[in-house]
């Protein structure tokens, strides 16, 4: 896999905005419980430091949503995710696999229509 490393004096600012960002977009997340604890900051945090770009993120999140959702099979909704750590697996897997524009549309689609039942 190949992961470019940030520069560690890199701005604060520019690691403050992407732990935000990637933290807004996990407690958006649908299953996600919607708490950000300390780990999930510094995981964050960690994200950032390795330079693994938000996008990654972002579509690993979308695709452990979908996964959890679509591949439920019983009648009850899985119980939320409590942590940021969930998903990281599937960001390594969005890095050495990335889906493509159209696969993404049509996740959130999918996505969008079996969370509107």
Do not use: C, K, W
């Not at 940030?6 to 419980?33: F, I, K, Q």
């Amino acid at each position: 896999m190949n992961v470019t490393v940030t520069d560690s004096n890199a701005p604060p600012d520019r690691r403050a905005l992407y732990v935000r960002e990637l933290l807004r977009l996990y407690r958006a997340t649908p299953g996600v419980l919607g708490h950000v604890r300390r780990a999930d900051r510094q995981l964050a945090g960690a994200l950032f430091d390795r330079g693994i770009p938000l996008f990654a993120v972002e579509n690993a999140l979308l695709v452990g949503a979908a996964r959890r959702v679509l591949n439920n099979a019983s009648a009850s909704p899985p119980p939320a995710i409590r942590s940021l750590h969930y998903f990281t697996a599937i960001i390594h897997e969005m890095l050495a696999r990335p889906l493509g524009y159209r696969d993404l549309e049509e996740l959130r689609a999918r996505l969008r229509a079996a969370l509107e039942r």
